[in-house]
């Protein structure tokens, strides 16, 4: 990022200028018998407190996978990871495992829903394995679900069961909500619509917001952009005129 972007951005954040979470110098590479697949090289990346933050980057560039380290799921092969001072890198296994529970909420593509439940009990299995949620049915009117509670995923529209998607991490009371594709299987104006209660959660909450796409038109509403090519940050860039969700257009 030119200096003085970031000059700018970290004033802006005065006394929240303490990092949530960085990589320094992550690399991952796959490793299947014979075959290893570098993925992700020396990747350095910050994420702020209360920040709207899209990493864009084509199929196959290392997005889900950096997301995935970010949230405790994967693991580097070297560098470190840090969440406030804790360095995720040398944390056992059911450390990781807490770590997940407690600070971060998970918006995947395909929502992921259990099909035999109803939204309300979707966020409630959520809710129960949280050391300090919020109330199911807050997390439900906070994505304007309010009225569909009593109903099972095959009986609400796609971004309808997104909405419980993004109810159910929420409800945990994330710090960071990480969000891999959440437009992917969506139209233009639902769409527009996840990323509206995604803005909301960020303007009203607080709550950190990651979101992963190859769309790069999502960018215009964040408050920065992230680029990656080939497992490298290829640009990061501070944009001074965040747009509204509606105003996105792809
Ligand atoms: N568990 C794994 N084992 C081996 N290779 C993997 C594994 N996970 C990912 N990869 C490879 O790593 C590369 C990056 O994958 P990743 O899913 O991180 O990219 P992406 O940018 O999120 O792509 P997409 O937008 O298509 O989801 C791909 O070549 C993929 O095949």
């Given at each position: 990022m030119p200096a003085s972007d970031a000059e700018a951005f970290n004033s802006?954040?005065?006394?929240?200028?303490?990092?949530?979470?960085?990589?320094?110098?992550?690399?991952?590479?796959?490793?299947?018998g014979d075959v290893s697949v570098p993925v992700l090289r020396d990747v350095d990346l910050e994420i702020y407190p209360g920040e709207f933050l899209v990493i864009v980057g084509p199929s196959g560039?290392?997005?889900?996978?950096?997301?995935?380290?970010?949230?405790?799921?994967?693991?580097?092969?070297?560098?470190?990871?840090?969440?406030?001072?804790?360095?995720l890198s040398q944390f056992t296994e059911m450390e990781?495992?807490?770590?997940?529970?407690?600070?971060?909420?998970?918006v995947f593509q395909f929502y992921n829903l259990?099909?035999?439940?109803?939204?309300?009990?979707?966020?409630?299995?959520?809710?129960?394995?949280?050391?300090?949620?919020?109330?199911?049915?807050?997390?439900?009117?906070l994505v304007g679900l309010e009225h569909r509670t009593d109903h099972f995923p095959s009986q609400?529209?796609?971004?309808?069961?997104?909405?419980?998607?993004?109810?159910?991490?929420?409800?945990?009371?994330?710090?960071?909500?990480l969000c891999d594709e959440p437009t992917g299987a969506l139209d233009l104006n639902t769409g527009r619509m996840?990323?509206?209660?995604?803005?909301?959660?960020?303007?009203e909450l607080?709550?950190?917001?990651?979101?992963?796409?190859?769309?790069s038109a999502i960018g215009e509403m964040a408050e920065r952009i992230i680029r990656i090519g080939s497992g490298t940050i290829a640009e990061t860039k501070v944009n001074s005129h965040p747009v509204a969700a509606n105003q996105v257009t792809w």
């Open positions: 802006d954040r005065t006394s929240e200028n303490r990092l949530l979470l960085s990589l320094k110098s992550v690399s991952k590479t796959y490793i299947t560039s290392g997005k889900s996978t950096l997301l995935n380290i970010v949230g405790g799921i994967d693991v580097p092969s070297s560098g470190d990871v840090y969440f406030y001072s804790q360095n990781l495992t807490r770590y997940r529970r407690k600070h971060i909420g998970f259990v099909p035999t439940l109803t939204a309300r009990e979707n966020v409630i299995v959520s809710a129960d394995i949280s050391e300090s949620p919020m109330s199911p049915d807050k997390a439900l009117e609400l529209s796609g971004g309808e069961q997104q909405r419980v998607a993004i109810a159910r991490a929420l409800v945990k009371n994330p710090e960071l909500l996840i990323l509206e209660v995604l803005g909301n959660l960020n303007r607080g709550m950190t917001v990651v979101i992963i796409t190859h769309n």
